[in-house]
């Protein structure tokens, strides 16, 4: 069963330089899931929220490569307000997790790193509906 106990800040290798520093990310040996699908939230208006919404069965990890954002996660029993702003520290979203996104910095960039392709099927669009679905716990 999915809570948030399993969500969790990922440290990133980085290989520190002075031109630059370099992280890099390989499915299964640094994330929990194969990498299937990468996509990235840019050119976010000040005051926008992004996420709402909980995915079925997806893993995702979350990058601020650029910038910073908060992500506030939901197992349906206790919510965490997480801020990032590393790009070699990741957060890792299992599944059953409603998640918003806000507070973004100007300029920020949101990498999303996802264990399988697009599918619309795979979300909860309305809370109720995935509160409706989140199973329930021992003394809940
Ligand atoms: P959504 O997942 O709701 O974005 P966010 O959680 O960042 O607010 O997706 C926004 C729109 O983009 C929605 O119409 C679905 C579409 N979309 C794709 O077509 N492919 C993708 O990989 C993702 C993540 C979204």
């Not at 800040?9 to 002075?18: A, Q, S, V, W, Y």
């Not at 992004?50 to 506030?72: E, N, P, T, W």
């Not at 299992?94 to 507070?103: A, F």
């Amino acid at each position: 069963m999915y809570s948030l106990s399993n969500c969790r800040i990922i440290e990133l290798p980085k290989i520190t330089d002075p031109r630059g520093n370099l992280t890099f990310i390989e499915g299964v040996r640094h994330v929990p899931f194969d990498i299937k699908r990468v996509y990235y939230l840019y050119d976010v208006p000040g005051g926008a929220e992004r996420g709402g919404h909980g995915h079925k069965a997806l893993h995702q990890l979350i990058i601020a490569m650029s910038g910073s954002f908060d992500v506030v996660l939901d197992d349906g029993r206790e919510k965490h307000r997480i801020h990032l702003n590393r790009s070699y520290y990741g957060l890792y979203v299992c599944p059953m997790i409603w998640r918003e996104l806000d507070n973004f910095s100007s300029g920020s960039v949101c990498m999303v790193l996802a264990s399988n392709l697009y599918d619309e099927a795979d979300y909860y669009r309305e809370y109720d509906q995935f509160i409706q679905a989140v199973p329930m716990r021992e003394g809940a």
